[in-house]
């Protein structure tokens, strides 16, 4: 008697070439993004900044810098431009080290006051309080008396200053030095390039969701 023939889909064999090629095949695209998004997370240098070569991440030293956005056609969202000089703190000559430690400072009391409990940044954290992605660029901060980066440091000192809803931030006991970090990490966050996220935050002027 002839042999019955056996579906393709009934071999074993078939199915375990199939799960071998699959796994090779989206282990090694893998690899191959990690690769590709690297260059692209990483910081910039200041010596990019004065080039004019645009990175997703710029240097640190760009709290030296004016920071605005542009709508794109191209992309269809605003992209971030780093302007002219601008004096941070009373200046606008910080190294690369010095701005690099500022806003490592920053990052340590963010990470040490737990903001992201109430807050967003860049994607992660809480809806309870505004997303700090571009807080920076927020104009409630245009509108102050004095210096913006100062109104900031004072607000995040004592959040009864230039309060500015009804749901207010508690006083975290920051000090003026961790202050200052976290202002400049604000505005070196609000130079990342983060393809328009967040969508709504459309405050500033010229924005399409501008409010
Ligand atoms: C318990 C919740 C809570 C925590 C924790 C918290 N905040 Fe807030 N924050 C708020 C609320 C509520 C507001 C809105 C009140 C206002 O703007 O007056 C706010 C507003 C702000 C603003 C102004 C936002 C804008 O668009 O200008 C900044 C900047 C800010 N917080 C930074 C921080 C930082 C930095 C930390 C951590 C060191 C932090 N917050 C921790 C609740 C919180």
């Given at each position: 008697?002839a042999e019955?023939?056996?579906?393709?889909?009934?071999?074993?064999?078939?199915?375990k070439?199939?799960?071998g090629w699959?796994?090779?095949?989206?282990?090694?695209?893998?690899?191959?993004?990690?690769?590709?998004?690297?260059?692209?997370?990483l910081?910039g240098?200041?010596?990019?900044?004065?080039?004019?070569v645009?990175?997703?991440?710029p240097?640190?030293t760009?709290?030296?810098?004016k920071?605005?956005?542009e709508?794109?056609?191209?992309?269809?969202?605003?992209?971030?431009?780093?302007?002219?000089?601008?004096?941070?703190?009373?200046?606008?000559?910080?190294?690369?080290d010095e701005?690099?430690?500022?806003l490592?400072?920053?990052?340590?009391?963010?990470?040490?006051?737990?903001?992201?409990?109430?807050?967003?940044?860049?994607?992660n954290g809480?809806?309870?309080?505004?997303?700090l992605?571009k807080?920076w660029?927020?104009?409630?901060?245009?509108?102050?008396?004095?210096?913006?980066?100062?109104?900031?440091?004072?607000?995040l000192?004592?959040?009864?200053?230039y309060?500015?809803?009804?749901?207010?931030?508690?006083?975290l006991?920051i000090?003026?030095?961790?202050?200052?970090?976290?202002?400049?990490f604000?505005?070196?966050?609000?130079?990342i390039d983060?393809?328009?996220?967040?969508?709504?935050?459309?405050?500033?002027?010229?924005a399409i969701n501008?409010?």
């Amino acid at each position: 008697m002839a042999e019955k023939p056996t579906s393709v889909w009934m071999s074993i064999s078939f199915w375990k070439r199939s799960a071998g090629w699959v796994t090779g095949v989206a282990a090694a695209l893998l690899i191959w993004l990690t690769f590709d998004t690297i260059p692209q997370m990483l910081m910039g240098t200041d010596e990019d900044m004065q080039n004019g070569v645009t990175k997703r991440v710029p240097s640190p030293t760009v709290i030296n810098y004016k920071i605005t956005y542009e709508m794109s056609e191209k992309r269809g969202h605003e992209v971030p431009v780093i302007g002219e000089k601008e004096e941070f703190f009373g200046r606008s000559d910080y190294s690369y080290d010095e701005a690099f430690a500022l806003l490592n400072l920053g990052k340590l009391t963010v990470q040490g006051k737990n903001c992201m409990n109430c807050h967003t940044l860049l994607g992660n954290g809480a809806y309870y309080a505004p997303d700090l992605t571009k807080a920076w660029l927020d104009p409630r901060w245009e509108n102050v008396a004095g210096k913006k980066e100062e109104a900031m440091a004072e607000f995040l000192m004592d959040p009864s200053t230039y309060t500015h809803s009804e749901r207010m931030m508690p006083k975290l006991g920051i000090t003026a030095d961790e202050a200052k970090g976290v202002v400049a990490f604000l505005k070196h966050m609000s130079s990342i390039d983060t393809n328009g996220f967040p969508r709504n935050f459309g405050k500033i002027k010229g924005a399409i969701n501008a409010r």
